[in-house]
């Protein structure tokens, strides 16, 4: 008899933080799972710290898996690291322990200055997809970028610059899985690797998409979530089909 798990997924989201980006994904996931996406207030200039305290009141009191993209990985990492009682495992998404663009010196006195509009928002969209970009999920992700006051996305983005929770992902002891797109223009190869050669049993899957993985290849996504759930959790799911798309 297949019983449906009780573990929700837990998404902790990219810079914009708005938790709009992940109804496909979602859907994918249905009915096997339920997905918790936890926004972040748009009015508050919060650094990891300050995110982490909003965070932990909202975490599930049963058992759940964290998926932490780009952004909030060192969030997922820094949750970890604490032990939550009802937390099982942790995937990592497009992300990093620290400063992911260290070879850029000076950048984050730069951020300030970048121009921040709605044309901006288009492009970089557009950039940030490459060759997968779609009408859809261009108008997506601008709009949640639109929602973001300008000082709001440049004191997050001046964090990740600044970030390092590397010791603390050392220590951890959960299941572990990266999901990295190959085809990724923000966050380099080398961000993974490293966190890989800190834990070496951590799965690290490679897939063709780029820097919005789930957004762009949700149903390869939600195919990798419920194998390594399936694999590591011991849960009584159905066994997933093999990806063919």
């Given at each position: ?8 997924i837990v998404v902790l989201p990219g810079l914009d933080g708005t938790g709009t980006l992940y109804q496909q ?174 834990q070496p049993d951590m799965q690290l899957v490679r897939l063709d998409a780029p820097h919005f993985l789930l ?14 759930i399936q694999q590591h959790l011991s849960l009584e799911l159905p066994q997933p089909e093999a990806f063919t798309?």
């Open positions: 008899m297949i019983i449906k798990s009780q573990m929700t994904l979602a859907q994918q996931l249905a009915p096997d799972f339920d997905l918790q996406v936890i926004a972040y207030p748009l009015d508050q200039l919060w650094g990891y710290s300050e995110l982490l305290d909003y965070i932990r009141p909202q975490l599930p009191q049963s058992p759940y898996l964290l998926l932490a993209e780009s952004f909030s990985g060192p969030l997922g990492i820094m949750l970890a690291a604490e032990k939550p009682l009802h937390l099982k495992a942790l995937v990592l998404c497009c992300t990093f322990g620290r400063n992911p663009l260290p070879a850029i010196k000076g950048l984050a006195s730069a951020v300030d200055k970048l121009p921040w509009n709605e044309l901006v928002h288009h492009w970089t969209a557009l950039w940030l997809q490459g060759r997968y970009a779609s009408p859809q999920l261009s108008a997506l992700m601008g709009n949640a970028l639109t929602m973001v006051p300008e000082p709001v996305i440049k004191h997050r983005a001046k964090q990740t610059l600044q970030v390092d929770v590397l010791a603390e992902f050392a220590t951890l002891t959960l299941p572990l899985m990266y999901l990295q797109a190959r085809h990724d223009r923000l966050i380099w190869a080398f961000n993974a690797n490293t966190l890989k050669q800190l957004q762009a290849i949700p149903e390869q996504a939600a195919w990798q979530l419920k194998l390594f798309g």
